[in-house]
């Protein structure tokens, strides 16, 4: 019996398999691309919804956390920035964020009697309670400029919850456009009680520091 040697793939074989196989791949990488951002931003916009629900149960029921709210919302019509949100409070949700030291409440003091840091201090605890000892980090980002939790509201007291990047701790506005009042012009994109929608048409993260 004649013995059948195996001679494995030719060169040109290899050369065609590669060939079909990056072909295959560059048409697919795309769209798997598009499924991963977008179940990242529905976890971000998940999260979003606990946050805020969770932080409007307590303004609701909690008098203290009310009068910092309302506090908060004196300063929109006191400097007449009707239509602005004022920041409450934002969290470094960065992949280098490390805990609760990467957060912002501003402080506006004691007026009239009334401790305000009282209702600060509780949504705090609430936002802990919420969270655990870590904060729940960004999954749609990848970069410092979008990397941040931002807890607002309007003269009316109204909620919002806001992603974006690059806020400091002199920074206390948000405009109506949804830009920085005070540092950098990037865009910040409201996720709750609605998403922005130029958030919904974001595909990947860098698109989301739009300057203007």
């Known amino acids: 019996m004649e013995k059948r040697t195996n001679k494995g793939f030719s060169l040109v074989e290899l050369i065609i398999v590669i060939a079909i196989m990056s072909i295959l791949a560059a048409g697919i990488a795309p769209a798997l691309i598009r499924y991963i951002n977008k179940s990242r931003k529905a976890d971000d916009i998940a999260a979003a919804d606990s946050l805020g629900t969770t932080i409007n149960a307590a303004i609701n029921s909690d008098d203290d956390v009310y009068d910092y709210i309302n506090k908060c919302a004196y ?73 941040q939790w931002i807890l607002c509201c309007d003269k009316d007291q109204h909620l919002y919850v806001f992603v974006g990047g690059g806020f400091g701790t002199n920074q206390f506005y948000i405009t109506d456009q949804h830009l920085n009042m005070t540092g950098h012009r990037n865009r910040f994109y409201m996720l709750w009680p609605e998403q922005d929608a130029e958030y919904k048409e974001l595909d990947t993260p860098p698109d989301s520091w739009i300057t203007r």
């Open 75 to 147: 300063w929109i019509k006191k400097e007449r920035r009707d239509g602005y949100f004022r920041v409450i409070c934002y969290m470094n949700a960065g992949y280098d964020s490390t805990g609760w030291d990467n957060r912002y409440f501003p402080d506006v003091g004691t007026d009239n009697g009334i401790d305000y840091t009282i209702g600060r201090e509780k949504i705090k605890t609430a936002m802990i309670e919420l969270m655990g000892e870590k904060m729940f980090k960004l999954k749609f980002t990848k970069d410092i400029y979008f990397d």
